[in-house]
């Protein structure tokens, strides 16, 4: 120890200056100072901050009276209603970690997630009932099912729980005694994502890296006290961008929404005064092009952040004149949600839409709470030049990255080569800082904001008796930004046609995974036998 830091010896962290970061405290801070003020908002139905801290608390006494422990895994397959926000407080104030399972997968992947991650207790909305149940009929072991049975939906399903939700809250204990954990880093949530393996990873969140992206949205998007914060991004994905605990902490109010429809986003936008929300650039899309009937003029600009894949100039342009202003954004399951957001700059106002959609279509510069970021040599993790040219995978150091993948050292261990998170994106760097991807390293499609594993696709077609070779790549599409489009070589001798195999891939994974597109004849490869990808991405984008 050197003279000069000597003096300081003495100090060191004590309860009093050592507390766990975790988001979970933003609700019982809002209730504290604000009551009274309405937290949730769900069709006719209200809840201020006292009732959806004690809902919290009950969900979290009752999953402990159920046999929850610290650590057990808490599952859900729930749209956007008043449960799966709760589920965001109360699960972790129970010492569990939250696993939040996209609705719209297929059963087989279902089971494999509730299998993988070992989840003791599902919560199921009645109208996800018949796929929650095509998946427990394929494990070996019970799970406690929790039904939601949901006053907003009058659809078909039925109840496969052994208790409703409103019951199983009204289990707990209204004044449960949470506690913290002691350590920042225990798990908060486990999120599953498509590997290029086909079949998802689970990504684990820590307590500490969920507190500071809540603050990150805050601070990169300048989000105001009091926030009106709609639900048009599926709380299942990365934890809805931890924007449940980004809202409560800044005593907003969080809108429901079941499913995404225009008519209804232009409605409710103007009967409570919405001022933030987010979705993929399908999102913008859809409200662009709604007819003139289902829009509504608003008073107040509302703010939209996109990510996943840049929206097109004159979508920009056609959303930005109906009021709401635009922010892209670049993130990951494995980050925790963004890390970067296109901050604007005051000379972008003046240029035409189509320049300054450019500019915004890039992925920007990181989050306040982002320590280091750079574009660089994936091997060696050396920086490449800011020139806008040279082109590097993004590699990242945040208290905001994932702890690891559940169960996969190996994979954990190359993503953090180097002792960086590699995201597996190809990018430049520009000389102001703002990066921009160039092309994925990784044959990811990304459609409707959702990840779509090329592998798996490829796996589904070569079940097909009838193929010999088949390689998946991404389509642009006008609506979901992308799609998978199937090239495919069939065995000498057999047919198969395009609705054929279509339908046998709806048989085996999800619908949105489904290649839109089947093209037959030879497919290219290498000497060596490997299939030139970048070729049929050629071909599929001409399709386009």
Known sequence: MTDAMAKWASLSPSPANRVTLSPVSFLRRSAEIYPERVAVIHGDARWTYAQTYERARRLASALQRHGVERGDVVATMLPNVPAMVEAHFGVPMAGAVLCTINTRLEADTVAYILEHGEAKVV?????????????????????LVIDNDDAMYSGPGERIGTMEYAHFLASGDPAFDWQLPDDEYMPLALNYTSGTTGRPKGVVYHHRGTFLESLGNIAAWAMPMHPVYLWT??????????FAWSTAAMGGTQVCLRAVEPATIFRLIVEHGVTHMCGAPTVLGMLATAPKDQQRDFADVVHIQTGGSPPPARVIEAVEALGFRVLQIYGMTELQGPSHSCQPQAEWAAMPIAERAELMARQGVRYPVVEHVMVGDPVSCEPLPRDGRSVGEILLRSNTVMLGYFKDPAATAETFHGGWMHTGDLAVCHPDHYVEIKDRKKDIIISGGENISSVEVEIALYKHPAVQLAAVVARPDPKWGETPCAFVQLKPGMTVTEAELVEWCRERIAHYKVPKKVVFGPIPTTATGKIQKFVLRETASALS
């Open 123 to 143: 919560i199921v909305d009645r109208q996800l009932a018949p796929v929650v149940q095509a998946a427990l009929a394929r494990l070996a072991r019970p799970i």
């Open 233 to 242: 991004l599926p709380l299942f994905h990365c934890n809805g961008w931890a």
